[in-house]
């Protein structure tokens, strides 16, 4: 099996990858599902590839919803929102969510295909060109490590209150080194631990929000207005503010890809990564709009509910117990730390990927013990470390929080529409349905309509900062491979790469989609 894989007659020409002959030679379905990532690297041993097959459908699922943090987002979400867009709340998340979806269609296009650790790299790598795919790479592999970073300062700013209803009093700065070195513990433990614990932790929090949430909607809200579809219509609010509260909400749903990531440790993959990465994004988009709507319904006014700090304990509080608003709030820690342990989990097997195919021997090392690709999790620890490191000396963990995540949110952007563009060009050369391209293209615009509202005119400062340093990351990306000829040779004979042009380019691959 592993030598089919290899062995396929696929050719770098013009920067792309080709499949010569009208019938290149691909693995079967049923040896594809085991991996054909895998298969592409023979002669790695034990401690050079990722345990196969350790992962079910909700395992899979964990790591996307783990990302997104649903909890951790809905604690403060419409107080927020209320802030920028008036009572619409659910309004703006609703229509970003359903924006999202045409940008997730281009992930599950590519899933049904072909899946590795490396995610993006695998899959626009093959379609558009090695180059291409180290760029998106790369991109994403920094937004899951700065977002790890970021979630430690979020962990701690929620663990804080939390913990100070019991007694335990920690500056945030110590909350947010005990998450760092908690998650690198369990991201290094077998991926089937590390998939459970994200699913426990998010599906505990999860679950302790609708409970609190469905008895608000039980007790009427504010003066029985808790079934009122106000956080569904625009209130009077011109069209350019509720654009803005769209741009916000988009970024609410940005990780429902990193299943991707899980292309060879997940039990047939391209039958459970895409429908995983859908139901992630339903899930989390469901679950968010639900709850912000009965919280803005259990506020008087949007300006109070604009002014709260945590609007959904205030109100868990007010309607259920101060008990229960105590145990959201330890819910929205647990939430924002299992996001960061599904960051660092992500990011190393993107970084793992790329590092088998070039740079030091380090980064293709995975342990005998867990089959975590630890040479790829300490530097991506270290890069995380690094994020939290740079705004530690916020008196503030909120500002630290704010400063920290949106490098990662401006960075997602661009690693969003390459995949797109990537995908748009997959569509054309497969010559596939033409509904399939206009699909994509109305993701690509709504791409360029957040990237319109994010950059134009740059954020104030210090956030133009955040984006000129994904600018500069971005460019780098796009240096490397000119500058550094191991990496661009590494790349250009890349096995992964071959494997997914074959699996994805070929004549039998197209009677497959």
């Known amino acids: 099996m592993a030598g089919l894989a290899v062995a396929s007659p696929v050719i770098l020409r013009g920067g792309r990858w080709l499949v010569r002959g009208k019938r290149a030679p691909t693995l079967e379905p049923a040896a594809q599902d085991v991996s054909i990532a895998a298969a592409a ?77 490396g995610s993006v790299y695998g899959f626009t790598g093959a379609v558009a060109g090695p180059v291409f795919g180290f760029v998106s790479a790369w991109a994403l592999m920094l937004v899951y490590a700065s977002f790890a970073g970021g979630l430690y300062a979020v962990t701690a700013d929620e663990a804080q209150p939390a913990f100070g209803t019991v007694g335990l009093h920690l500056s945030w700065q110590a909350y947010a080194i005990i998450a760092f070195v908690l998650v690198m513990a369990l991201a290094y433990l077998d991926i089937k631990i590390s998939a459970t614990v994200i699913l426990a932790l998010e599906g505990v929090s999860m679950l302790l929000v609708v409970t609190a949430c469905s008895i608000v909607l039980a007790k009427g809200g504010f003066h029985g207005h808790a079934f009122s579809s106000a956080p569904f219509r625009p209130g009077g609010v011109s069209l350019p503010v509720l654009g803005l509260g769209i741009v916000l909400s988009f970024s609410t749903f940005s990780g429902f890809e990193a299943a991707a990531t899980l292309g060879e440790e997940s039990r047939q993959p391209r039958r459970l990564i895409p429908p995983a990465i859908m139901a992630s994004l339903a ?159 109305i993701g690509l615009a709504v791409l360029g309509y957040v990237a319109k509202n994010t950059f134009a005119p740059l954020p104030a400062a210090p956030f133009n900062w955040d984006v000129l340093a994904a600018g500069i990351t971005l460019a780098a990306g796009i240096v490397l491979p000119f500058v550094y000829p191991p990496l661009r040779r590494g790349i250009a004979n890349s096995p992964l790469l071959k494997a997914g042009a074959s699996a994805l380019l070929s004549s039998r691959a197209a009677s497959d989609q």
């Not at 050079?48 to 909890?71: H, K, M």
């Not at 987002?73 to 619409?88: D, M, T, W």
């Open 41 to 117: 690297y023979p002669d790695a041993g034990e401690t050079r590839r990722l345990r196969a097959g350790r992962l079910r459908f909700f395992r899979t699922i964990a790591e996307s919803v783990g990302v997104q943090g649903p909890t951790a987002g809905v604690v403060i979400a419409p107080a927020v929102l209320a802030s920028i867009s008036g009572g619409g709340t659910a309004l703006v998340e609703l229509v970003a969510a359903v924006a999202m979806g045409f940008v997730a269609y281009a992930f599950v296009i590519f899933t049904r295909g072909f899946n590795s650790a």
């Open 283 to 441: 899930v989390v988009a469901v679950f968010t709009i639900g709850v912000t709507a009965v919280v803005t319904n259990a506020y008087p006014s949007t300006t109070q509910l604009s002014a709260a700090a945590v609007p959904l304990v205030t109100v868990t509080d007010t309607f259920v117990a101060s008990w229960m608003g105590d145990l959201v709030n330890f819910g929205a820690v647990v939430s924002a730390f299992g996001a960061s342990l599904a960051c660092a989990v992500g990011a190393s097997r993107i970084l793992f990927a790329l590092g088998r195919d070039t740079g030091p021997a380090m980064l293709r090392r995975t342990s005998g013990l867990t089959g975590a690709p630890v040479g790829a999790l300490i530097w991506v620890g270290a890069g995380s470390l690094l994020t939290l490191l740079l705004f530690i000396a916020e008196p503030l963990a909120t500002r630290a929080v704010a400063l920290s995540l949106a490098y990662g949110a401006d960075l997602i952007i661009a690693a969003y529409i390459l995949v797109v563009i990537a995908a748009i060009i997959f569509t054309i050369r497969r010559r596939m349905a033409p509904v399939k391209t206009v699909i994509l293209l």
